[in-house]
C-alpha cells in the first residue's frame, strides 16, 4: 500500500512538470506539428474546408497519459517505451478525429461524447499498457493469493 501511495505522489509531481512543460512552450510546438498534419489530413479526406483548432486544451490529455507511464513502477523497459510511443501516437489521432467532430457540430463547444472519449483515452491507453505491473502492484495478480498480495507490499 505504500507503494501505491509513493506512485501517486510521483504522479502528482510529475504531472505538475509537464504541465508546465506543456505550457511554457510545448503546447505551441504540439500546435504547429498538428496543424500541417492536420492541413494536409483534411485535403487528403476531402475536409479541405474542415475548421483546424491547433490549440485546443483538451489536447492536454498528453500530460497525464505520459505522466502514469513514467512513474508506474514494474513496467519493463521495452513495453513502457513502445507503449509510450503508441500511446501518443494514438492519442495525436485522437485529436485530429475530436478536431473533426467541429466539421459536423458547428458552434464553440465540442459534442459531449468526443470529449468525453478524448478525456478518458489517456487513461485507457495507460491502462492497456501498465496491465500487468497494475496487478503486481496492486496485488491482484498470481493467482489472486494472499501471499501474492503480501509481496507486493513488501516492494
Known amino acids: 500500500m505504500k507503494k501505491a501511495i509513493l506512485v501517486f505522489l510521483a504522479f ?3 504531472s505538475i512538470g509537464l504541465t508546465w512543460v506543456w505550457n ?11 496543424k500541417a498534419v492536420a492541413l494536409r489530413l483534411h485535403g487528403f479526406l476531402g475536409f479541405g474546408d474542415a475548421p483546424i483548432a491547433p490549440y485546443r486544451t483538451r489536447y492536454i490529455n ?3 497519459f ?4 513514467l512513474v508506474t513502477p514494474g513496467i519493463a ?9 503508441l500511446g501518443l501516437v494514438a492519442l495525436f489521432v485522437s485529436h485530429l478525429a475530436l478536431n473533426l467532430t467541429a466539421y459536423y457540430s458547428p458552434g464553440a463547444a465540442l459534442p459531449i461524447v ?7 483515452l489517456p487513461f485507457l491507453l ?3 499498457v501498465a496491465y500487468p505491473a497494475l496487478g503486481r502492484l496492486f496485488g491482484v495478480m498470481s493467482g489472486g493469493t494472499e501471499e501474492a498480495a503480501g509481496s507486493a507490499d513488501e516492494d
Do not use: C, K, Q
Not at 24 to 34: A, D, S
Not at 77 to 85: E, H, P
Not at 114 to 120: E, K
Open 24 to 34: 511554457e512552450g510545448l503546447r505551441n510546438l504540439y500546435g504547429e506539428l498538428f
Open 77 to 85: 523497459l521495452r513495453r513502457r517505451a513502445i507503449g509510450l510511443g
Open 66 to 69: 505520459v505522466s502514469l507511464i
Open 126 to 128: 495507460w491502462l492497456a
Open 12 to 14: 502528482f509531481v510529475v
Open 62 to 64: 498528453l500530460v497525464p
Open 114 to 120: 468526443p470529449a468525453l472519449f478524448s478525456d478518458t
